[in-house]
């Protein structure tokens, strides 16, 4: 039992979630259907959480013949997920043109 729980139990609410992931998962749970297929079933989950353009575009390839592929990218935006989701990479809920390079910007030609 962790802090916050042992906070809201004391207060007489011990069925409020205090986790943020927790919540947003029960609010916008994963539709499963025993006929349906996501595509990205059986791919490594490390692949959607790309760090080139070339891992990026092979995420993608995945996502491209899955049936699911809106409904997943609207799951993802509704949790504010981070990954590729439904063929779009996403940062906290937010698409993303590209994938973020680190470390310091280029510097432009004045």
């Known amino acids: 039992m ?4 042992r906070r809201n ?12 992931g927790v919540t947003v998962a029960f609010a916008h749970p994963t539709p499963w259907e025993p006929a349906q297929e996501w595509a990205c079933a059986g791919a490594d989950p490390e692949l959607f959480f790309p760090t080139d353009a070339a ?11 899955c049936p699911l592929k809106q409904a997943c990218l609207e799951l993802a935006v509704a949790r504010a997920e981070s ?9 906290d809920g937010q698409v993303l043109a590209a994938v ?7 510097r432009t030609a004045a």
């Open 55 to 65: 891992t990026l575009a092979a995420a993608v390839a995945v996502c491209e013949p």
């Open 100 to 106: 973020p390079v680190r470390g310091r910007p280029r």
């Open 83 to 91: 990954g590729v989701w439904g063929g779009s990479l996403l940062q």
């Open 2 to 5: 962790t802090r916050n729980t």
């Open 9 to 20: 139990a004391a207060a007489g609410a011990d069925d409020v979630l205090t986790t943020h």
